[in-house]
């Protein structure tokens, strides 16, 4: 928050004391001076004061997109080992790594929020947070990743470059980086699809069944249709999120359709036509029951894809263990701080 007045109501006094009746007018200061900077368009940061409810729809939202990027390295980290090229195996594991880094972003705008990874992760382990709905069908052949590449990145890129803007400043910041290195994951995609396309029959064919099973778990990515999305009249409110799931999934199918067509694929949808009147494409109904059969868990890859995460956790242990001890052994005062010279294996004098 920017003004002088607005900053000093709003920024909490941890161990203040004040007496009921003060204590109250103080919050609903704090509240105005909340409201004035979500009106204003200004940034909410870590240390400024907050709604309960505004923090913890962060938290979810932030923490599910988190859980979203390091899942989503299962199902494209699956070809790194049978990548066509060199070219395309080092483009490939450069993307999974990115996911990871986004990840990383996400877990510590979390983190300013007051909520630790640990935490966050137990919940993703034990089923108590969700992860993106899109990372739980499984990638078939090489021509996946391609699509995973134009349309995953593509609607992630869509659905993100509003929350750029997002009220919320360490999540907005973290956006614009992770929105620059989608836009690359975006175009290798649809350069790995336009190369299979133009390519033989049986590539071409490979490229076309690709984007016939991605294109409708791909528009569910924006979430359940607005007269069914619990938070974003809400989260729209705090200027968390600054468009409804259909504004976004229609702008997404607008810029897919002339995509698909330089690409040569047809998107499989025969609803698909451009309507003059409301200047957009009309597109057929999704299948809303298999989107939330998917949220609870019956998707087809659910199971692995958490079996698998679990597992990563488990057998990265011993590293959080030793970044841990070096960490501590590092720490201001430490009695244990190793000579300097010595850890670098230097000659000591
Ligand atoms: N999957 O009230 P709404 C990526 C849940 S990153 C699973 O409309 P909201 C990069 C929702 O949480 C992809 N659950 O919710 C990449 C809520 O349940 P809750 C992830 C979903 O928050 C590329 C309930 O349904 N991106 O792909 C989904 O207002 C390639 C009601 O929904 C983000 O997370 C879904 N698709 O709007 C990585 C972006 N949709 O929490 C690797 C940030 C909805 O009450 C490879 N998130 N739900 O239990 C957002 O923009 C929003 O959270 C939405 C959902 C738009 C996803």
């Known amino acids: 928050m920017a003004t002088a007045a607005a900053d000093k109501a709003a920024r909490t006094e941890p161990g203040e ?39 913890a729809s962060l938290v979810r939202q932030i923490a599910q997109h988190a859980h979203s990027e390091i899942i989503g390295m299962q199902p494209e980290a699956n070809w790194i080992t049978r990548a066509p090229s060199l070219r395309r195996k080092a483009i490939l594991m450069a993307k999974v790594q990115d996911e990871a880094g986004h990840g990383l972003y996400l877990y510590s705008a979390a983190e300013t ?17 969700k992860y993106s709905s899109i990372f739980n069908y499984p990638t078939l052949t090489w021509a996946d990743v391609g699509a995973i590449g134009w349309l995953v990145d593509g609607a992630a890129i869509t659905n993100q470059v509003p929350l750029c803007r997002c009220s919320y400043g360490p999540y907005a910041r973290a956006m614009v980086r992770v929105c620059k290195e989608e836009s690359f994951h975006q175009r290798q995609g649809y350069e790995s699809l336009l190369a299979l396309s133009r390519g033989t029959q049986a590539q071409h064919e490979m490229a076309q069944d690709a984007v016939n099973r991605w294109w409708w778990p791909s528009l569910m990515m924006f979430g359940p249709p607005d007269d069914e999305s619990s938070h974003s009249e809400q989260s729209m409110t705090w200027k968390i999120k600054r468009h409804s799931n259909d ?18 694929l047809t998107l499989p949808d025969p609803d698909l036509v451009w309507n003059e009147a409301r200047g957009h494409y009309d597109f057929g109904p999704i299948d809303w029951t298999e989107f939330w059969d998917v949220l609870k868990g019956n998707g ?4 692995q894809r958490i079996t698998q995460r679990r597992r990563a956790h488990e057998e990265g242990a011993w590293v959080r263990d030793a970044a841990a001890a070096y960490a501590a052994k590092h720490a201001p005062g430490s009695t244990t701080r190793p000579d300097t010279a010595a850890q670098h294996g230097e000659a000591t004098a």
Request: proline share 8%.
């Open 247 to 264: 504004e976004l999934r229609q702008r997404f199918v607008d810029i897919c359709v002339p995509q698909a067509e330089s690409l040569g």
């Open 113 to 129: 929020l007051g909520t630790g990874r640990d935490e966050l992760l137990d919940k993703l382990h034990s089923g108590r947070q």
């Open 17 to 55: 004391a004040a007496p009921p009746a003060a204590s109250a007018a103080h919050t609903a200061e704090q509240q105005a001076a909340f409201d004035a900077a979500v009106a204003a368009d200004e940034r909410i940061e870590p240390r400024d004061w907050m709604p309960d409810a505004y923090r």
């Open 300 to 303: 087809p890859c659910n199971e």
